[in-house]
């Protein structure tokens, strides 16, 4: 089945070597599992989550694929730890923008890839509530996460879309062996005005 599935995200290809190697990896609202087979075929240990049981069923083996609505309830992977990597493409439910941060490891990265505004001028998706609104991403990883990369505009292929992209890491903490470099102190300026 692997060989049938459309090619990964160019976004995710373009930033997994971030991840640490053989890291536990959700990916959230994995559709066909394009990107999961993809990232179990790089080393990492896939959870695929999406509402459609049939996809889920139909993921290649090596995968760990759960059935569960992101939208009803209670968030449904609070026993599932936390992740080297939270990979979302092609969907947006801002509720569970609290949920993908916490889900984040030390170390983790967020890779985060949908529809943008504007979109809505050539085609679906169109509604605001699945549109990113500009500058959006950035706003919700401001002060979390340190950003490696972010892109707001449009793409040409598969099909021509108005998209918004982020990569962003959720630095370890440093441990006290780690603390901050130490300052030392600039030279005194000078007193008074410049001599001639």
């Known amino acids: 089945m692997h060989s049938q599935l459309a090619a990964p995200s160019t976004w995710l290809t373009r930033w997994a070597h971030l991840i640490r190697p053989g890291g536990r990896v959700l990916d959230l609202a994995c559709g066909s599992g394009r990107n999961a087979a993809w990232l179990a075929g790089q080393g990492f240990a896939v959870l695929a989550v999406d509402r459609d049981a049939e996809a889920v069923a139909g993921l290649p083996a090596g995968i760990e694929g759960r059935v569960a609505d992101?939208?009803?309830?209670?968030?449904?992977?609070?026993?599932?730890?936390?992740?080297?990597?939270?990979?979302?493409?092609?969907?947006?439910?801002?509720?569970?923008?609290?949920?993908?941060?916490?889900a984040l490891a030390p170390g983790g990265v967020l890779v985060y890839e949908t529809f943008a505004a504007g979109n809505e001028t050539i085609g679906k998706p169109s509604r605001p509530d699945f549109l990113l609104r500009p500058g959006e991403l950035l706003e919700v990883t401001r002060g979390t996460l340190r950003v490696t990369g972010y892109?707001?505009?449009?793409?040409?292929?598969?099909?021509?879309?108005?998209?918004?992209?982020?990569?962003?890491?959720?630095?370890?903490?440093?441990?006290?062996?780690?603390?901050?470099?130490?300052?030392?102190?600039?030279?005194?300026?000078?007193?008074?005005?410049?001599?001639?």
Do not use: M
């Open 151 to 196: 892109e707001d505009g449009t793409l040409a292929a598969p099909r021509e879309a108005f998209v918004q992209r982020i990569c962003a890491v959720r630095e370890a903490p440093r441990s006290e062996s780690e603390a901050a470099p130490p300052r030392y102190p600039l030279p005194s300026a000078p007193s008074g005005p410049p001599r001639p």
């Open 70 to 102: 992101l939208e009803q309830g209670t968030w449904p992977l609070a026993d599932a730890g936390r992740f080297d990597a939270v990979v979302v493409t092609n969907y947006l439910h801002r509720p569970l923008w609290p949920y993908l941060l916490d």
